[in-house]
């Protein structure tokens, strides 16, 4: 019996896909599903949707809940951390303090003024979790879903012992998203996908072994693909290789689209896709589901029919390639940068393809981004890389000095605007960051 703890598992979207994959594989049929979570209501209403998945698939796993988290970790073979520290009424700040000064957030939870301080509150309970799996499981393979992606798994990657990498679905869903658009077939395409999460691009993009690029442009001449990811797509015409996170997130990663009102309305509100980037969109849904997500969970516990065909995240074919059935599994996934991309900070995290097997995860040498590609993500990186540093040693000018270099915020302030604002960001948020001093 294999044992995969969840920590976080109020997290309840992630929490139910995961253990729905993670139970498809015979492997794991009958595994233990250790759920962990500081907050018992969520905790109990999670454990009867995943009791329903087990009943629904007939399974003969165990299901177990705690909020002590060495308890769930011991003797763990896999881990999932899905963590929000501090909640939506300080995660607030992160979006509405750079509005104030004229920095337009559409989601904040990645890179940037609000993804930066999101780290800094979140690594010091990300680095204490990894603690405990250097004591109570230390063989486990540690997957994080928990945003800012690459800050955090450089800080767990560089400080703990920890086997772990960092999972973004944006490659696979943005893969097929395109082979939908020029009507590939999917298990035909094949593509190479590098760079930094959520600003990874496909070096490659073949079906069948041809070049798919000529035929995703030529789709952008319908409209309606065009629309529904303008930032993207003007990225990708521009750019000529496309961009893996919604338009959305990369708006706020550039210079190009949210430094005027006028570009905002342009290019960043009316896309037909999930998040075309308006102000404020993911605050918006947490503040929204404040007040409904425990109707929302007693409505899929007493009326929903659970699906139980397996889903497209890595994690469960993951664990299923290092301890299950050892079928071989190739994802993209972030790791420190040693000779993997050729001309990104050595060390800084990268994504990059991974291969998953009996001995381990293995991450790939992609070789140099084109010219034009690492100026941009290494802008990004370096910032990334500059936050990690300011909060291993507690240095607040580090912290400004990766906040003025981002290439949005850059674009709209001054220094001397940058650094009021990051100072009333480090006041608001003082109570997390122990590690600097006020």
């Known amino acids: 019996m294999k044992k995969f703890a969840f920590i976080g598992a109020g997290s309840f979207g992630f929490t139910r896909s995961l253990v729905r994959d993670i139970l498809t594989f015979p492997a794991f049929a009958d595994a233990e599903i250790a759920l962990m979570d500081i907050d018992e209501k969520r905790l109990g209403y999670i454990k009867k949707?995943?009791?329903?998945?087990?009943?629904?698939?007939?399974?003969?796993?165990?299901?177990?809940?705690?909020?002590?988290?060495r308890e769930a970790l011991e003797g763990a073979d896999g881990v999932?951390?899905?963590?929000?520290?501090?909640?939506?009424?300080?995660?607030?700040?992160d979006i509405e303090i750079p509005k104030k000064y004229g920095v337009d957030i559409n989601v904040g939870d990645t890179r940037g003024p609000s993804g930066i301080f999101r780290f800094l509150r979140t690594a010091n309970d990300m680095l204490d979790i990894c603690r405990d799996v250097e004591k109570y499981c230390p063989n486990a393979?540690?997957?994080?879903?928990?945003?800012?992606?690459?800050?955090?798994?450089?800080?767990m990657q560089s400080e703990t012992n920890v086997n772990i990498t960092g999972l973004c679905h944006s490659v696979q869903g943005t893969a097929h998203m395109l082979a939908d658009w020029i009507g590939a077939d999917m298990s035909k395409v094949r593509y190479t996908c590098a760079g930094i999460n959520h600003q990874a691009y496909y070096l490659e993009f073949t079906e069948d072994g041809e070049d798919c690029y000529p035929r995703i442009r030529k789709a952008m001449e319908d409209p309606k693909i065009y629309n529904a990811e303008l930032v993207r797509n003007e990225m990708f015409l521009h750019l000529d290789y496309y961009v893996t996170e919604s338009s959305g997130h990369n708006s706020e990663y550039n210079a190009w689209f949210r430094k005027r009102p006028d570009l905002i309305e342009k290019y960043c509100t009316h896309g037909t896709n999930w998040n075309p980037g308006v102000y404020a969109y993911i605050l918006n849904e947490y503040l929204a589901r404040e007040h409904s997500w425990e109707a929302d969970l007693q409505k899929y516990i007493a009326e929903d029919q659970p699906k139980l065909d397996r889903g497209n995240?890595?994690?469960?074919?993951?664990?299923?390639?290092?301890?299950?059935?050892?079928?071989?599994?190739?994802?993209?996934?972030?790791?420190?940068?040693?000779?993997?991309?050729?001309?990104?900070?050595?060390?800084?995290?990268?994504e990059v393809p991974v291969m998953a097997s009996r001995g381990g995860l293995r991450a790939c040498h992609v070789g140099p981004l084109p010219?034009?590609?690492?100026?941009?993500?290494n802008t990004s990186a370096r910032c990334e890389e500059l936050a990690v540093e300011g909060c291993i040693k507690g240095d607040k000018r580090m912290?400004?000095?990766?906040i003025a270099h981002d290439p949005l915020t850059s674009a709209v302030l001054s220094l001397a605007e940058i650094k009021e604002m990051v100072d009333?960001?480090?006041?608001?948020?003082?109570?997390?960051?122990?590690?600097?001093?006020?």
């Open 49 to 69: 949707a995943v009791d329903k998945i087990v009943a629904a698939g007939n399974y003969p796993a165990k299901v177990t809940t705690t909020t002590d988290r």
């Open 141 to 155: 393979i540690v997957l994080n879903y928990t945003n800012p992606m690459a800050m955090l798994c450089r800080m």
């Open 80 to 93: 999932l951390i899905t963590i929000l520290s501090g909640g939506v009424q300080v995660f607030r700040h």
């Open 424 to 438: 009333e960001m480090f006041e608001v948020n003082k109570d997390y960051l122990p590690q600097f001093k006020f």
């Open 371 to 377: 010219d034009h590609l690492a100026v941009l993500v």
């Open 313 to 350: 995240e890595y994690a469960a074919y993951i664990f299923n390639a290092v301890f299950g059935d050892n079928t071989i599994f190739e994802f993209n996934g972030n790791v420190r940068n040693f000779g993997l991309i050729d001309n990104l900070p050595w060390g800084c995290c990268v």
């Open 399 to 402: 912290i400004y000095h990766a």
